[in-house]
């Protein structure tokens, strides 16, 4: 399953598409930053910054999974998992490996967006004052770049991100495939505790 995420506030922005768990806003900075290890960009891909999540909260007495609306910050809509009274120690571990997957992928995006929107300022920033240019013109528009200029921005952005990228796509497979290995699991159970005879209590 794909979205569209692209800086809203950018209407030059291309419609770069990545996959549902991701909330890509691509842009690179000025300066070159300093070489990164693989050892650094796997540790970028799997411990993300700490970062809010949004605050939205579904009725007290629903039994059911919610989706809430985009979080600011990474564009997912993060999902608040009912815990049922029943859960088995099964249940309690998929859904426990479901949340933790889902602020993992949160925190990535949520990183990743404040990156790309941190270093398209900087990049627009340089390219005016190289042409003689203020950020805001005299009727205090803001001024932007041609969709020429901006291409080159995104290009070499994901250019320089894409081992993090990958570390991350590899990451956020290995833990899809240990959430459906559990629902697998989930499953079966749930048809045994089905099908196997109930005991009858003795009476005394």
């Known amino acids: 399953v794909k979205q569209t995420a692209a800086d809203p506030s950018d209407p030059q922005a291309p419609p770069f598409v990545a996959p549902r768990r991701s909330g890509l806003l691509p842009g690179h900075p000025v300066s070159p930053a300093p070489p990164r290890t693989s050892k650094t960009l ?3 891909a799997k411990i993300p910054q700490e970062g809010k999540v949004s605050g939205f909260c579904p009725p007290r007495k629903s039994c059911r999974d919610w989706i809430g609306p985009p979080d ?4 997912l809509r993060p999902i608040h998992f009912y815990i049922p009274e029943s859960e088995s120690p099964l249940e309690q571990k998929l859904r426990q490996l479901r949340q933790e997957t889902q602020e993992w992928n949160q925190q990535f995006w949520a ?3 404040l990156t790309f929107r941190k ?3 900087e990049f627009i920033h340089s390219r005016l004052k190289a042409k003689g240019l203020e950020l805001r013109s005299g009727s205090g528009q803001k001024a932007t770049l041609d969709a020429e200029e901006m291409a ?3 290009k070499e952005f994901l250019s320089k991100n894409f081992q993090k990228h990958m570390y991350y796509n590899r990451d956020w497979y290995k833990r899809n495939f240990a959430i459906t290995f559990f629902m697998g699991k989930v499953a079966l159970e749930r048809v045994w ?3 196997r005879p109930k005991h009858k209590k003795s009476s005394t």
């Open 72 to 75: 600011k910050h990474s564009n």
């Open 193 to 195: 505790n089905k099908l």
């Open 111 to 113: 990183n990743q967006n």
């Open 152 to 154: 080159d921005f995104y």
């Open 119 to 121: 270093e398209k300022e």
């Open 42 to 44: 796997r540790a970028e």
